[in-house]
């Protein structure tokens, strides 16, 4: 699922000149490969290995968008992301990681990036960001789940609480890993009746989806993490 926070009013932007900023050779050459494919009207790629260059390059070539990796040599945490949004308020920056944590990712948003995208995201997933991006919105992987922070741990309790004993075990068993014809079987129940549980479990849960749903049960320690 793609999520999509806001949508401006600004025209598209023409994505032509194009800034990795990652330290390993093999990912930054499947990346360029993957975006001369999507991006037809994509003119040049640079790339920079750490950040002082990345700032150099950013400062100097005027890219149309930046990808960066938040695990550079001479960065620690979010000091790379802020300070090249910074350097070019009016650039939108793509967090490309392999580090999904729910919470770095809301900390990346909270900063100014404009979408985060998991490493191994196939080529739909990256094209879905650059559109998405580029039409002023914020892309969000499809398993990402708002954390529950301390001051709405109870609310996610609460939702929980809100499910009947029938919905929390088939929520036990969808966090193991179950379909839905195999919980349909197991409680001796028609598999048109655990979709509709489903749903309804979603809909308490306020998610869009089962993997989202196994999420909120993770935090609230209800499921062992994916």
Do not use: W
């Amino acid at each position: 699922m793609i999520r999509i926070d806001t949508i401006s009013d600004e025209p598209e932007i023409s994505i032509r000149k194009i800034l990795i900023v990652d330290d390993h050779p093999l990912f930054c050459d499947a990346l360029t490969m993957t975006l001369q494919i999507i991006l037809p009207q994509l003119e040049e790629v640079f790339r920079a290995n750490r950040l002082s260059s990345a700032l150099q390059l950013a400062e100097e070539l005027e890219p149309n968008i930046i990808l960066l990796d938040l695990n550079l040599p001479d960065v620690e945490g979010l000091s790379g992301l802020v300070k090249l949004l910074k350097l070019r308020p009016q650039t939108p920056v793509i967090v490309i990681s392999s580090v999904t944590d729910n919470r770095i990712i809301r900390s990346c948003m909270n900063s100014g990036a404009k979408g985060f995208v998991p490493k191994h995201s196939d080529k739909e997933t990256f094209e879905a960001a650059f559109n998405l991006v580029t039409a002023g919105g914020q892309f969000l992987p499809e398993n990402y789940v708002e954390p529950a922070a301390s001051s709405n741990i109870d609310d996610v309790a609460e939702r929980l609480r809100s499910l009947t004993n029938k919905q929390s075990h088939i929520l036990e068993l969808i966090c193991e890993g179950r379909m839905n014809k195999q919980i349909a079987f197991e409680l001796s129940i028609a598999e048109t009746t655990v979709k509709a549980h489903v749903t309804a479990i979603m809909r308490k849960l306020g998610v869009q989806s089962r993997t989202q749903a196994v999420l909120i049960a993770q935090q609230a320690g209800l499921s062992k993490p994916l």
